[in-house]
């Protein structure tokens, strides 16, 4: 015999877990738009140092260079996009999970210590 309660168990374990898989998710994020940024500054940085004639004019490290700038870009934009949404989704299944923890009728435990004597 299945209880109702047993369900409400089982969903709000389902929520939890797909929780913990959206803050992996935002974790990567996170991770990517370091990256991105890294990968933005580099390229920025290898561009100005040629143009100033600190780092000797190589065409193939300067289209490098710029593609790890352009890159980076496109990488920090569809990313914050990714991340955006992850959070929103992140932030409804916590919000079910509380109301599904509410619905619950729980029992309360009394805290007093007892008396033996």
Known sequence: MIDADDEGHEDIAQIEARIEELG???ERC???SIAARIAIGAGAAW???TLLGLITYVPFMTIGALAAAIGGIVLLGSNATTWTQTETSLQANEALRAEMIERLEM???DTKPRCLH
């Open 24 to 26: 992996e998710a935002i």
């Open 30 to 32: 996170r991770k990517l």
């Open 47 to 49: 561009i100005v140092l």
């Open 107 to 109: 029992t309360v435990v």
